[in-house]
């Protein structure tokens, strides 16, 4: 089985790794003919210093040789993918279509499989989320994900294609829920990564964690979401890693927010969007999403991390 990865950063590469070792043929496609041509040659990876790219992996940046291919990842930024699918979307007819990114699309306010739905209605919409570092899985450590798709059918069969001898896919039709899970750890790792910058210490990360998993299944009860989703990998799992190391850019995010460390600004921050998109909705739905409220506010420098603190600190005493 031959598979195609749109996007040839860290965690496409990672894919096409991970499935190439298991004996697919993967075409890796990055926009930049140059670095592409470069990778073919040298079998390296700009954002995987540690990793070497197999044989059965072409890499290529024409995306005639990705439409060839019935079974394509996108492992595009969020915001990335609806200008995508629209660009390509007659190429794109009848194909399975994972996304691998995980927000909330700035404009509609919809995850990434229900994007796909809307814009290539005759493609196989699914998504692979969970918790999972790129290097991790380059590396061939073991790893846990969910692929959400709406048709049990055709999940089961991209389920068993997927999964490797070292990355364990497990399936939902829940695609709402880990839609969700996906998108608001990033929101919730920033948080932490802000509290552990100022120095506001572990147990404040610990009630962040919490109380963001709380946020995380409002907004997912009030969109239809199975919370049992939200407990499994694409929600409490992918909130555990993202919200405990430095390896998640989210997190890195956040501790520069709080002044503690330099931040790239080139680098995609999924958490930073999705945190504007969600205070939106929000308020749209007549929710109250503190922490995502706040993190919004900390990105548009509304407010100070002092500020963040007094606005949590000094909300009304409640039940849990």
């Not at 969970?130 to 380059?138: E, K, L, M, Q, V």
């Not at 497990?170 to 552990?196: F, H, P, Q, S």
Request: negative net charge; charged residues 20%; glycine residues 8%.
């Amino acid at each position: 089985m031959s598979i195609a990865v749109i996007g040839a950063g860290a965690f496409g590469a990672a894919l096409a790794i991970t499935w190439a070792e298991a004996g697919h043929d993967v075409t890796l496609w990055g926009r930049n003919a140059d670095t592409m041509s470069t990778m073919q040659k040298t079998r390296e990876i700009p954002r995987l210093s540690d990793a070497v790219l197999p044989q059965n992996i072409t890499c290529s940046a024409s995306l005639d040789t990705v439409f060839a291919h019935d079974i394509i990842a996108l492992a595009l930024p969020a915001q990335a993918m609806r200008p995508f699918l629209e660009t390509h979307k007659n190429a794109l007819t009848g194909k399975s279509l994972i996304a691998c990114c995980k927000g909330i699309d700035l404009t509609t306010m919809t995850g990434p499989v229900t994007t796909i739905r809307q814009i290539v209605p005759s493609a196989n919409a699914a998504m692979l989320t969970g918790p999972s570092f790129a290097a991790d899985i380059a590396n061939g450590l073991p790893t846990a994900l969910t692929l959400a798709t709406p048709d049990d059918t055709i999940g089961a069969n991209l389920q068993s294609l997927l999964a490797t001898p070292t990355l364990r896919v497990y399936r939902t039709t829940d695609t709402i829920g880990a839609e969700l899970g996906g998108a608001l750890k990033n929101v919730m790792a920033i948080a932490c990564g802000v509290a552990i910058g100022a120095g506001l210490g572990d147990s404040a990360r610990a009630a962040l964690m919490t109380r963001g998993f709380s946020e995380m299944l409002t907004l997912a009860d009030r969109l239809g979401a199975d919370r049992a989703t939200l407990g499994g990998l694409s929600g409490f799992g992918d909130l555990v890693l993202t919200c405990t190391s430095t390896q998640s850019r989210n997190f890195r995010f956040g501790q520069s927010l709080a002044g503690a460390t330099d931040f790239d600004k080139t680098t995609t921050v999924e958490g930073a969007a999705t945190a504007k998109s969600v205070t939106k909705l929000a308020k749209t739905l007549d929710l109250d999403l503190p922490i995502c409220t706040v993190v919004a506010d900390l990105i548009d420098e509304k407010t100070d991390v002092s500020g963040a603190l007094e606005a949590l600190m000094a909300r009304p005493l409640k039940e849990e």
